[in-house]
């Protein structure tokens, strides 16, 4: 993410994404967990595949949002 908000000219953009996207991949793997704590979860394992999934699909729209937001390669030759 570092990489992309220096090499391009949308740095502000990038910035904000990357924000969000860490503050709700954060929520959304940590829900499970307080789901188990205050009973709704019987068991410990049951909060860590969700968490897992959840995690991954935060992280993955994150991510493809920053590659789409870059626009089409441009030629160099």
């Known amino acids: 993410m570092i990489t992309i ?3 391009g000219g949308k740095r502000l953009r990038v910035w ?7 503050t ?3 929520y959304a793997i940590m829900m499970p967990f307080y ?3 205050v009973g709704g979860l ?3 394992a049951a909060a860590v595949g969700p968490s ?3 995690g991954l699909a ?3 729209i994150g991510v493809l949002t920053v590659i ?6 441009r030629d160099t030759s």
Do not use: D
């Not at 904000?16 to 860490?22: F, P, S």
């Not at 789409?68 to 390669?73: A, K, Y």
């Open 58 to 60: 935060t992280t993955s």
């Open 35 to 37: 789901v188990w704590s």
């Open 16 to 22: 904000a994404i990357g924000v969000v996207a860490t």
């Open 5 to 7: 908000t220096v090499r």
């Open 52 to 54: 897992i999934a959840l």
């Open 68 to 73: 789409r937001l870059r626009g089409p390669r």
């Open 42 to 44: 019987e068991y410990y």
């Open 24 to 26: 709700v991949a954060y």
